[in-house]
């Protein structure tokens, strides 16, 4: 376990590059409240986290897509600016949408759930997947402190 400060606390054990990588963007972006690994089957671990999603705000979004140093090639990086709506600060996909179009509900304080639309092999249309997110760190609270 990683603990930050008496304020943070690291929630699963993330792989230690990524453990490493969340240490540089907290210590740089003191106004993120959360960060979830994304995009698992929900049949499998936790591994190799490649999709991050921080909840901040639009200050916080513009200060890590203008601090190129702490981009990572190999981890998208996505940024909840509002409680709903997420855009990219980096990466290859260059995502923004809703978590409320992504039915994204948190089912445990370190589990959520959310579908992401693909296209059906073969082609032919979209089909929704679940997909499993975890919780990698979250600041305290008056409650978890």
């Known amino acids: 376990m990683m603990l930050l400060s008496?304020?943070?606390r690291v929630r699963a054990a993330p792989p230690p590059e990524v453990a490493d990588?969340?240490?540089r963007i907290l210590a740089n972006c003191l106004d993120i409240t959360s960060v979830w690994s994304i995009g698992h089957d929900p049949e499998t671990p936790c591994a190799a986290a490649r999709?991050?999603?921080?909840f901040a705000d639009l200050a916080t979004l513009r200060r890590l897509r203008a601090g190129e140093y702490?981009?990572?090639?190999h981890i998208e990086f996505?940024?909840?600016i509002d409680g709903d709506l997420f855009e990219s600060a980096w990466?290859?996909?260059k995502l923004s949408g809703s978590l409320a179009r992504w039915a994204w509900r948190q089912t445990t304080s370190q589990d959520a759930y959310y579908d992401e639309a693909r296209w059906a092999e073969g082609g032919g249309g979209v089909v929704r997947v679940r997909r499993?997110?975890?919780?990698?760190w979250e600041r305290a609270t008056a409650e978890t402190a």
Not at 51 to 54: E, F, G, N, R, S
């Open 51 to 54: 999709t991050l999603l921080a």
């Open 70 to 73: 702490l981009h990572e090639v």
């Open 132 to 136: 499993h997110a975890q919780l990698l």
């Open 91 to 93: 990466g290859p996909c």
């Open 21 to 23: 990588y969340l240490f």
């Open 6 to 8: 008496s304020r943070t």
């Open 78 to 80: 996505l940024v909840v």
